[in-house]
């Protein structure tokens, strides 16, 4: 046996399962076959073949060294195990790695693992021969695992299999479901009145597919969410002054976020709004919101109304159509907005304004305004009193009778890289465009027309 030298060895071994078909390749020849894991008790069943370099089968008892590493050449050694007299009959061995040096699922926690084994035939753990690692590799069905269904699951912690942890034990504490069936509540105002949210509790409820028929006021640190803009719907069909919060259909304070929804105020009243913005900051935050006032009669209907404060409007789609003496898409009062990727359409009977201010300095970018369909159309009017700014960028400002008029009020309103349609009309204040132009591509002047 001695005369048997390290290069002499000849290891046949089939790995399968955990590590997948693969080939190892010894000093001489390394051949592999099935290795089964045994997840219960933590071992893994490896399966070997040992020849001399003529090809004869070993017998006898050998001494055998598995290494697991986390590089296929130098690296980390995350585990190593030594077996001493292991039996080889007609050259095939078995054994269980784990046996000695138990084996934890760290072990495996990263994407790259190897297995290196070296064999000693004298059986003296001192004449090892290595042979080159081989990667572990996923078992079929072990892709599976990445989406496996709760009901193939055991030990389920209570309240988890929703996947929202209805105990409170987990990151998702703060959030509540509502739904038509199946979620903590019905309503969303229901939703509203069980929680008591903080700047240091703050609150997600997620709206799931449906109409709801109800008005909404949402609380300061809460952000409602709705499963799509075509999907989640909130309606309502209140009326009053449309500066006050009573005639909207959802109210946004500050510190309060709401996106991927609708809102709809259908009434055919006085002054009906959509979503009424009440003194908002810049935490909050209109993100993928449709807002419609469509009510077929009545003044004043207004799809969003600012009423002051630094709200952020983000990827918005304002509408408002029916009114008897004013439509506007997005009233803004006093609020100083910044308005990215919006969509405002205002139509109507008497008069119709995409934007209609009422002072504040707002920001809008890269967003379209039309209006039209109505006897005063303007895509942009100035009302009220005071010194304001209003900025317009890379955007589309469309009126069938102005693009924009300034009727009262001392306002500066600059407008940059934009197309402008219908022109400017400044009764009181400045229009200034620059580098913008008509719908037919020609240029317009630096008052806008």
């Known amino acids: ?59 006898g008892q050998a001494a055998l060294k598995f290494t697991i590493y986390d590089a296929e050449t130098g690296g980390n050694n995350l585990w190593t195990e030594t077996y001493l007299n292991v039996p080889v009959n007609a050259g095939n061995f078995a054994i269980k790695l784990g046996s000695n040096t138990p084996l934890s699922a760290t072990i495996f926690s990263g994407a790259g693992r190897y297995l290196q ?39 389920v912690p209570a309240g988890f299999a929703d996947g929202i942890d209805d105990g409170g034990s987990a990151a998702y504490e703060n959030v509540v479901i509502v739904a038509k069936s199946g979620g903590h ?37 809460v952000h409602v969410k709705g499963a799509g803009m075509n999907m989640t719907y909130i309606r309502a069909n209140n009326s009053g002054n449309h500066n006050t919060s009573s005639s909207a259909a959802l109210i946004l304070p500050a510190n309060s976020q709401l996106s991927d929804l609708y809102v709809e105020n259908t009434s055919t009243t006085q002054d009906g709004v ?25 003044d004043r209907h207004d799809g969003i109304y600012l009423n002051s404060g630094t709200p952020t409007l983000d990827h918005v789609y304002a509408e408002t ?17 910044m308005i990215d990727s919006a969509t405002l359409i205002a139509t109507g009977n008497s008069s119709a304004n995409a934007l209609r201010l009422n002072g504040g300095n707002p920001i809008i970018q ?25 900025r317009f960028d890379h955007s589309t400002i469309h009126g069938e ?10 306002y500066s309103i600059y407008v940059g890289a934009s197309l402008v349609q219908g022109g400017g009309n400044a009764f009181s204040g400045t229009i200034r465009c620059v580098s913008s132009y008509k719908a037919d591509y020609t240029a317009v002047n630096a008052t806008c027309n």
């Open 1 to 59: 046996m001695k005369r048997i030298m390290r290069k002499q060895i000849i290891l046949t071994i089939g790995l399968c399962a955990l590590l997948g078909l693969i080939a190892l390749l010894g000093v001489d020849r390394l051949r592999a076959n099935p290795l089964v894991i045994n997840a219960a008790p933590g071992l893994i069943n490896y399966q070997g073949h040992l020849r001399d370099s003529n090809g004869n089968a070993f017998a």
């Open 117 to 155: 084994l070296d064999v000693d035939l004298t059986n003296t753990n001192s004449n090892y021969t290595t042979f080159p690692r081989q990667q572990f590799t996923a078992v079929p069905y072990a892709f599976q695992a990445d989406s496996v269904p709760w009901s193939g699951l055991t030990g």
């Open 185 to 221: 509540y019905t309503t969303i105002t229901n939703a509203m009145n069980s929680i008591n949210p903080s700047s240091s509790s703050r609150y997600l409820i997620w709206v799931a597919p449906g109409v709801y028929e109800e008005q909404v006021t949402v609380k300061p640190y």
């Open 274 to 298: 959509a979503i009424y913005v009440d003194n908002g900051n810049s935490a909050t935050h209109l993100f993928r919101v449709g807002a419609r006032a469509i009510g077929n009669g009545g």
């Open 321 to 337: 159509a029916g009114g008897g003496v004013g439509n506007w898409a997005i009233f803004n009062n006093v609020a100083n907005p």
């Open 366 to 390: 890269n967003s379209t305004l039309r209006a039209d369909q109505a006897a005063s159309a303007y895509g942009v009017e100035g009302t009220g009193a005071g010194t304001h700014t209003v």
């Open 401 to 410: 009778d102005f693009g924009i008029r300034l009727s009262s009020g001392n």
